[in-house]
């Protein structure tokens, strides 16, 4: 087995990671552009808060990050890591923590991304040579199967879709003790109670769906809006989603981008055909061209519908109105999913404690339901905020020889420690 990284070790190379991703902020910028399509502002702003992260936890706080960590993996065995097209540049971080907890890693990266694969590798390689081997020739089922029936991984890492995950841990219970941890999608509810600041929250729900195009597992989704405000905030979200600057990825001051997924942009139509025909009343946008989804704003969407139901992963607000806080608490409960949950308004912190689970990831015997991982206070976190991550029901869970977990994470580095 090998030996962990000592502290001041482990901070070096922390640092020296963090700095060669900078010195190559502008070639990964534009990889990522290309690679993936999205848009020049959020690929350079995921390269610049993955080094403040990597200078973070592993150059300023390597210490407590490596000490009573133990290896998972023997000299032959390897640690297998399935990273999203949506944050390859952020994978540096959870390779960097297996690395430094004694660990090889393999990494798998959609075949789109050649180019961003290959500059990754020469990051990590100048760093820590020997220790990562980045793949693009396999599926993503090709290499879950690989990392379950090898025998040499025992330590499987992946985020994927809901589907992947029912799949996963259906395996992981029948034959596996591989240790695995699954982070899956969100369907994420913002309840925006009476009293709050109309303005300001519809800038904040904007901001925070807009990063990334709309793709991002916390950002907000469903949005439960008391009654008494909703005209308002409907008013200003399709202000602010008319004003939005959709186009050329490339184009510094683009907003909106395309699609990553191909997948995407099909779901977000059938969802959207769906709710019109539902009685939903689509305020602007609810077009969809090629891999382009047109920023959009519903209201009378009502749980039945898959827009409320199922994660869309696009720049489009579904608006529910409320007229009572049990109302609201009602809706926000009713999902498959439960990663994170913003609450606005007075008295928010309170509601918020009855929708938040357990502090820290637990063990369950079944998927649990009804309440999240993430919850903020105020305003959706942005990614800069997130110091842990994680959920219940089916946006998350670890499987180890102790069985399953869910809850909240420090960023995956349960892995090492949990049975």
Known sequence: MVTPF???TAASLGTELARGTLRRRGSLTDC???DFGLTRADAAAEVDLTARQLEYTLGSDARKWVLGRKPICAADQEAALMVPSNMATAALLDIARLVVSGNRVRVRLSKRGVRTGSLLQDIVDEVMPGQ????????????????????SVPLLMVYGGEEMGIELLTRLRGTSNTRTVFEGPGKDPAIVLEGALVQQTAADLTAAKFANSGQRCVAPENILVASAIHDELVERLVRACRDANVG????????????VSPKVPRIVRDQLDEARRLGAEVHCGGTVEGQWVAPTVVSG???EMTLFQDETFAPVFAVVSFDSVDEALAMARDTRFGLACTVVGPCAGDLASTLRGEEYAHRVDQLLFGRFGIVSVGRPLADEDVSVFGGYGR????????????????LMREATVLP
């Open 132 to 151: 990562v081997t980045i793949r693009q020739d396999a599926s993503g089922p090709e290499f879950l199967a690989d990392a379950l029936d090898s025998g």
């Open 32 to 34: 990522v552009v290309h």
């Open 395 to 410: 946006s998350g869970w670890i499987w180890g020889e102790g069985g399953l977990y869910q809850g909240p994470k420090f």
């Open 301 to 303: 969407v009502r749980p």
């Open 6 to 8: 000592a502290p001041d």
């Open 248 to 259: 050329d990825p490339n184009e510094s001051s683009t907003q909106i981008g395309p699609m």
